[in-house]
């Protein structure tokens, strides 16, 4: 899987497996505006670049992403991070968001039910909705094709 070429949004990336280490932060804090309570971003397991350079996440490694509210984070070489958050119980009930911040690119941080900048405190909900600049504007989300088993993003 290392040195493989990703298409990934705007960005290429490459996976580096060894990075995928656990960055959640505790939380336990419910998200009232989406009426569940996120779990702390779990590094990816499961993850397969696919020839076309899309990344498939599978979601029986990823057991967090069987319940609303549970969420992984994809850690790329380049770094660039995405979570995917489990929004509701449909088939395709997620969103993918790319972790830099939207007001000068700044890598986010889960505290708890929200996403935080370091650098000027922006916050945004745990799927990407802005909740306080100077960001102007929500996470980006990026496509994702989703089935029962696994998620193709990019
Ligand atoms: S870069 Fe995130 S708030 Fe400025």
Same mark, same amino acid.
């Given at each position: 899987? $290392? ?12 996976? $580096?497996? @060894?990075?995928?280490? $656990? ?33 498939? !996440?599978?979601?029986? %490694?990823?057991?967090?992403?069987? =319940?609303?509210? #549970? ?9 660039? %991070?995405v979570a995917v958050v489990?929004? %509701? ?5 997620f969103k993918v968001l790319n ?5 000068? #690119? !700044?890598?986010? =941080? ?14 945004? @909900?745990?799927?990407? =909705? ?11 989300e990026i496509p994702f094709?989703?089935?029962? =088993?696994?998620l !193709?993003i #990019?």
């Open positions: 899987m $290392r040195n493989n070429e990703l298409n990934l949004s705007t960005a290429e990336a490459v996976i $580096r497996e @060894s990075s995928l280490t $656990r960055r959640g932060i505790l939380c336990g804090i419910a998200a009232i505006s989406l009426g569940f309570i996120p779990e702390p971003a779990i590094a990816a397991k499961g993850v397969t670049i696919l020839p076309s350079g899309k990344v498939e !996440v599978l979601i029986a %490694s990823n057991p967090t992403l069987k =319940k609303v509210g #549970g969420l992984i984070q994809v850690d790329f070489t380049n770094g660039l %991070s489990r929004i %509701s119980t449909a088939a395709k009930g972790l830099a911040c939207t007001h000068q #690119g !700044v890598p986010i =941080k889960q505290t708890g039910n929200t996403w935080t900048c370091p650098a000027h405190n922006s916050q945004f @909900s745990i799927d990407g =909705k802005l909740k306080r600049g100077p960001a102007t504007s929500a996470l980006l094709k989703a089935t029962t =088993k696994s !193709v #990019g």
